[in-house]
């Protein structure tokens, strides 16, 4: 049996984590037997990171390589895909998890509004005398990674309007298809729709939040993504 090791459900979602939620949909889409044990300190994991999966006393760390292992196995995530679709999903995964994300990243992390809850649900762990302190300085890492990255340069409405482009190319996909690539799901939305959800799941809307909230065919798509993993 293979555990995913995860973080806890957060804000309505699988995983407070999109790309734990990523490796779920994968295992889910694989049809292997798996379970989850919800972790929220991974200082002990191979790169201080979850997802990982725990196969028969190894540890293999990062969606991919859990994607990899997976197809290694016999999975076979984009089975009918033509060569130039698979790489269009290619695309599509860098873009989310390579863009999209950060925006999610900066959305939760910069915005003193949503902070006082994100904070009491990814530390919940930590006695509340500690708290403040630990997490206090794990935001100041994070938004500090996000400088360096760029996005933290931006307003909130710039950075909307960089977004909107990703949003366009995934809205356009979705017209004709109830997956990214047609009838059912492929790789590309074990990655892609995690990413979209994690935009609306929050407490407060945010920018980013309420523009996928208005658009019917996203919203859409949000749902079926998480259902998959009812
Ligand atoms: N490339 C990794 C990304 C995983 C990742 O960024 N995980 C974040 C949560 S979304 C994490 O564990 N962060 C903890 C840290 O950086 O200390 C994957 O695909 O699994």
């Avoid at 929220?40 to 997802?51: G, T």
């Avoid at 977004?163 to 590309?188: C, M, S």
Wanted: neutral net charge.
């Amino acid at each position: 049996m293979i555990t995913l090791l995860t973080y806890p459900r957060a804000f309505g979602q699988y995983s407070g984590s999109p790309f734990c939620t990523k490796a779920a949909q994968f295992l889910k889409l694989s049809g292997v037997q798996w379970r989850r044990e919800d972790m929220l300190d991974p200082r002990k994991m191979p790169f201080q990171k979850l997802p990982v999966i725990r196969t028969e006393g190894t540890l293999i760390a990062d969606s991919d390589s859990i994607r990899s292992y997976l197809e290694a196995q016999g999975a076979q995530f984009d089975e009918g895909l033509s060569d130039i679709d698979k790489s269009t999903s290619r695309a599509f995964i860098r873009m989310a998890e390579e863009h999209i994300y950060f925006h999610v990243l900066l959305d939760r992390w910069g915005d003193d509004a949503m902070w006082p809850v994100l904070r009491d649900t990814y530390f919940q762990a930590i006695p509340w005398i500690m708290r403040n302190f630990v997490a206090n300085s794990i935001r100041k890492t994070v938004l500090k990674g996000m400088h360096t990255q760029g996005l933290g340069r931006l307003s909130e409405q710039d950075r909307l309007a960089r977004i909107e482009p990703d949003l366009d190319a995934v809205t356009t996909r979705l017209w004709q298809n109830r997956f990214l690539f047609g009838d059912k799901p492929t790789a590309a939305d074990a990655s892609v729709g995690p990413m979209i959800s994690a935009a609306v799941a929050r407490p407060n809307p945010s920018a980013l939040s309420q523009r996928i909230k208005e658009n019917a065919v996203l919203m859409g798509y949000v749902e079926r993504i998480d259902g998959l993993l009812d």
